[in-house]
């Protein structure tokens, strides 16, 4: 089973950043020419240090994540659990309905981090542009 990269917390995280910065750009629009141009550097500045130092992370967590990543799979096909032994099988397909979720959980914690690169490299893109209208 394959992880498919999908936005979560980390995602939204890198999302509020950006929009900060976004903020701020458009506040520097309504100031002087000399005064925005001067922030607009450091706003750039601020972007490129973030991307630099966000993405070194999010390989760091990529590769923790990716280790992991095989074992939840594999809980992950045995969350179903087994149907046929009485109290036995109750007991054991809570423990298999825990793990499983575990799984779920950690599966999504992957998903995000695959997806979060993409999402640094856009935003990132988009504000630095975005300096270039001051």
Do not use: H
Request: net charge negative; hydrophobic share 40%.
């Amino acid at each position: 089973m394959a992880i498919t990269p999908k936005p979560g917390p980390i995602c939204n995280a890198i999302d509020e950043r950006f929009d900060a910065w976004d903020a701020q750009i458009e506040e520097l629009k309504k100031q002087a020419k000399e005064v925005a141009k001067e922030q607009a550097e450091k706003i750039k500045k601020d972007v490129q240090d973030y991307v630099s130092s966000k993405s070194d992370e999010l390989s760091e967590e990529n590769e923790e994540t990716s280790e992991k990543t095989a074992a939840a799979e594999a809980i992950e096909k045995i969350k179903s659990g087994i149907q046929d032994i009485d109290d036995a099988v109750d007991a054991i397909n809570k423990i298999l309905t825990f793990l499983g979720d575990a799984a779920t959980a950690l599966l999504n914690t992957a998903s995000d981090v695959m997806a979060a690169p993409a999402k640094l490299t856009t935003r990132s893109t988009e504000t630095l542009e975005k300096l270039t209208e001051i």
